[in-house]
Structures are given as structure tokens and as C-alpha cells.
Nanobody, 124 residues
Framework: QGQLVESGGGLVQAGDSLRLSCAAS????????MGWFRQAPGKEREFVAA????????VYADSVKDRFTISRNNAKNTVYLQMNSLKPEDTAVYYC?????????????????WGQGTQVTVSS
């Protein structure tokens, strides 16, 4: 059975950058739309970014637009989230998810598979 494994989280200062990775094992990630979501303490999980199967189309939440970049390397079965100009309000557990449908969804209920999450903490 396949799984998604996130990595790259950590503790950084405001203004710093981080790159998260999501490696898909046991399944071919190119068959899926991939998304990143996050959940801050006491808040519901929210959409961050998504990328279509080929990597030619991306969608971002307004809160991260122009700061975060989602990309994928289908040969490596890996999806990335480059996060620049990090803010304390970006602090959350970040999850990657895979959606077997053919259009990008912002609704987390559309996603079929989830990773375990990686913690990102941004200090002020």
C-alpha cells in the first residue's frame, strides 16, 4: 500500500525560507493531483496550494500567493512546497495529499490520500 511522506519542516525565523518535500511510495504520483494543506493549533485544516498532474497548473491560497511555490518531479514521485518570506502565522503542521480526480480541488474532502504531516514553526 502506498504512502505519502512529508519532510523538510522545522523551526525558522520570520523572513526565512523552507522547502517541504512529499515523497510518494507505492503509487505513481503523476496519476494524482497533489495538494498541500496546513493546520494551525486550534484551527481547522486549510488549503495551501495544489498542482495538476503535469505540473502545468497551480493554485494557491491568497494567504501564501507570491510567497509559496508548489512544484513536482514526477520522475522522483515527489512534490515540493518552497516557502519564502515566512511569517509567524504560517506556523502549522503541513500535510501533502493526493487527489485522483482530474481537476484541482481546494476542498480537502476531495483528496484520497494523506501524509502524516510535518511541523513548521516560524518565530517572530
Amino acid at each position: 500500500q502506498g504512502q505519502l511522506v512529508e519532510s523538510g519542516g522545522g523551526l525558522v525565523q520570520a523572513g526565512d525560507s523552507l522547502r517541504l518535500s512529499c515523497a510518494a511510495s507505492g503509487r505513481t504520483s503523476s496519476r494524482y493531483i497533489m495538494g498541500w494543506f496546513r493546520q494551525a493549533p486550534g484551527k481547522e485544516r486549510e488549503f495551501v496550494a495544489a498542482i495538476n498532474r503535469s505540473g502545468g497548473r497551480t493554485v494557491y491560497a491568497d494567504s501564501v500567493k507570491d510567497r509559496f511555490t508548489i512544484s513536482r518531479n514526477n520522475a522522483k514521485n515527489t512534490v515540493y512546497l518552497q516557502m519564502n518570506s515566512l511569517k509567524p502565522e504560517d506556523t502549522a503542521v503541513y500535510y501533502c495529499a493526493a487527489d485522483s480526480s482530474i481537476i484541482i480541488h481546494l476542498d480537502q474532502t476531495a483528496y484520497d490520500y494523506w501524509g502524516q504531516g510535518t511541523q513548521v514553526t516560524v518565530s517572530s
